[in-house]
């Protein structure tokens, strides 16, 4: 049985995942409409509630949910690939390098 993720909004490139998706699962992710716009088979493990591109992005790309931009891409992200702050920088500033001091 094919795991699930959603397309919030139809401009979105992202979808967020609705359970844990191990690495090799198939994951179809559906439009704000129900329908299945993609399947694909994530690299690696994507965790509850996480993002997965629906397209290949370059470096500097939009990333969009919500149908809004959210960040933007600081490496080369492919179809299927999980979205973190691994591979996404802030549309607003960057904080590559900073250090948080007094977070628990």
């Known amino acids: 049985m094919s795991k699930k ?3 919030i909004d139809a401009k ?3 979808a ?3 359970s844990i998706v191990e ?3 198939e994951v179809s992710v559906l439009s704000p409409n129900g329908d299945v716009v993609l399947k694909t088979r994530p690299v690696e493990r994507i965790i509850f509630g996480h993002k997965l591109a629906l397209k ?7 990333i969009i949910k ?3 931009v959210i960040g933007v891409a600081s490496k080369e992200i492919k179809v299927g690939e999980w979205l ?4 996404v920088n802030s549309a607003r ?3 590559e390098g900073v250090e948080v001091r007094g977070v628990t």
């Open 84 to 87: 973190h702050t691994h591979n």
């Open 5 to 7: 993720a959603i397309q």
């Open 16 to 18: 967020t995942t609705t």
């Open 66 to 68: 919500y149908g809004e």
């Open 56 to 62: 290949d992005l370059k470096v500097d790309d939009e």
């Open 12 to 14: 979105d490139n992202v």
């Open 93 to 95: 500033m960057n904080i």
């Open 23 to 25: 690495s090799g699962e």
